[in-house]
């Protein structure tokens, strides 16, 4: 349009004549993505917390298996040793910016016993020094030590469990579990640390073994699964496409942690559709305040809009000068909700947001504990959503009034008061 | 009353009329019963002309008068503008041609609240896309005529009744149009002030032979216009 320049120009002056209706209008939009910004990183922050929590305590951010094994969790579904080299491999050519970091397991469900009685327990052998990067349960000690390399026959297990077992460390149990012969095998092993990870289920029913151990024991030469932790989730589904040829030539089946962790990933969803409940009431909010502040300098500016009519503007152009006034405000508060957001967020809540005065402690959430101190995480993908979103909520809010401002008869807006 | 001024305009529509109108109507669609603001109204102002129209409060002047600039359409009949016919026009045409052919100064100065007094006097100019430097210089020469020398980048609050009145007059001729409607511009001014806007308006008439249709109750403005129309309850009273 040719006059463009001119509106553009004419509405920048409208805006600077009403500096404080303006800035009032531009602060109501640029708080409120603030506030947007602010929410998102903070719930990015939580949401990638509880799913590092959720993997690093199941099987990772992505998992080979041999198929069928997540239905039986049987040995006879086990993974070759050449199957084990070929996702390592496979892992091992994946784009990340930090190396993957992959465990081999070798898992099964069967009993512990001591002499107090029997339980049913979930028993993984691991590589002692890739555990302790992986599921860091070597961090939630209570008693003795993690496994370390050169470990035989020992154990470490949840707290509740020894409890319930009446064991402690340097205790003697006995693992049962159907071997990969078919025969029940027992194991006899001795309790070298004991933990508490704050999650119930686990501490229950979690015992940690020497990798060689339930090699021997289970007679297994492979292994079950190889999970692997990834630098950061938002890798889990390009690595999934990196790697699903070279398993499936080999054999192995290769799934994300929403496939292997449903309880979490429903839960994330569950507190995404809560946000974004929370942000539309919000904008709700914003753009009936956008559209009543512009609306309203609409109703006090008639005449000079009718004024325009009679100098020569069409009612297009003049509800273009009202809706550009929109389109100025919604950018200026972009900018200004951006750098608030993200200032707000650096300067007051850099080492994260404590919420744990609200709520009691140790509350599981989707298998996960939840942390009280969400650290805000900046997802540039989020932040610029929230500015779409802003940007939509802004111009769709100048709608009505430039389409009133269009429809004002000049012959009756010029008219003396 | 003066001789009506015949100077041409220098445009191309000479030969046409600045204004005809036939049988033009304007009926308000009001409860209990339609008000008829303007019935039935023949009016020809030849380009040049310096007319007045009169009348008593209500007797439709203000509606002929936006009628005549396209800013209201007509419930009937038809307007023409240096020949080119008005009435249903589609509201970006109608505004084409109230930025080429029509200026407008209103009772009440009507500025842009938010431009000093030159941006306003130069702000059709601006959207008819004439380049900068010309339009400060006709600014520049038509405010020493009409004594706003100074005033140029003051805004309009910091000027007076008579002042922004001569500005929106300024605004009206400088785009050089055909016809300048003006509604009563006098009805806010002391009569000295009232006295030496019609001298501007009148010697932009005689020198650039813009048209000048007035609606007045004003025996100033009557006395010195070359034709008196009289409207009557919405109709012409020869």
Known sequence: ???????????????????????????????????????????????????????????????????????????????????????????????????????????????????????????????????????????????????????????????????????????????????????????????????????????????????????????????????????????????????????????????????????????????????????????AIVALAILNAIFISVLHRKRELGLLRALGLSGRETGLVVYIEGILLTVASGFAGVALGLVVMVVFFRDGLDISGFMPEDINFGGVTFDPVMIPVIEVKHVVQSVLMTFVIGLSAALYPAWHAARLDPAETVKVD | MRDNATAGNGTNEVGHPAVHTEGLWKIYPQEPSPVEAVRGVDLEVAAGEFVAMAGPSGSGKTTVLNLLGGLTRPSRGKVWIAGREISDLPDRELAKVRLSRIGFVFQSYNLLPVLTAAENAEFTMLLQGVPARERRERVRRLFAEVGLEGLEDRMPPKLSGGQQQRVAVARAVLANPTLVLADEPTANLDSSTAEALLDVMEKLNREKGTTFVFSTHDPRVMERAGRLIRLVDGLVEE
Request: glycine share 10%; aromatic share 6%; hydrophobic share 45%.
């Open chain 1, 1 to 283: 349009m040719v006059r463009l320049p001119t509106l553009t120009w004419l509405a920048l002056r409208n805006l600077s004549r009403e500096m404080r209706r303006s800035a009032l209008t531009a602060a109501a939009m640029a708080v409120g993505l603030a506030l947007l910004i602010f929410s998102r990183t903070i719930a990015d922050g939580a949401h990638e917390d509880w799913i590092d929590a959720g993997v690093r305590l199941g099987s990772g951010h992505v998992t080979f298996n041999a198929p069928g094994y997540r239905d039986s969790e049987s040995l006879d579904d086990r993974m070759s040793t050449a199957q084990v080299e070929a996702s390592l491999a496979a892992i091992a050519e994946a784009g990340t910016p930090d190396p993957p970091l992959p465990s081999v397991r070798v898992a099964t469900r069967g009993l512990a016993s001591s002499p107090s009685g029997a339980l049913p327990a979930f028993i993984i052998g691991v590589d002692a020094a890739t555990e302790t990067m992986f599921s860091k349960l070597n961090e939630e000690v209570v008693d003795g030590r993690y496994l370390q390399d050169g470990d035989r026959l020992h154990a470490y297990l949840g707290e509740a469990l020894a409890e319930r077992l009446g064991l402690r460390t340097g205790s003697r149990m006995v693992l049962t579990a159907q071997a990969a012969s078919g025969d029940i095998e027992g194991q006899l092993v001795r309790v070298v640390g004991i933990y508490n990870s704050g999650v119930e289920a686990l501490d229950q029913t979690l015992i940690h073994v020497p990798l060689g151990t339930a090699r021997s024991w289970l007679g297994v030469e492979g292994a079950t699964a190889v999970a692997v932790l990834l630098p950061h989730s938002s890798f889990t589904d390009p690595v999934l496409e990196e790697t699903e040829a070279a398993a499936g030539r080999a054999g192995v089946e290769v799934v994300g942690w929403p496939e292997t962790a449903p309880d979490l990933y429903s839960a994330l969803k569950l507190d995404d559709g809560g946000d974004w409940a929370f942000h539309i009431i919000l904008f």
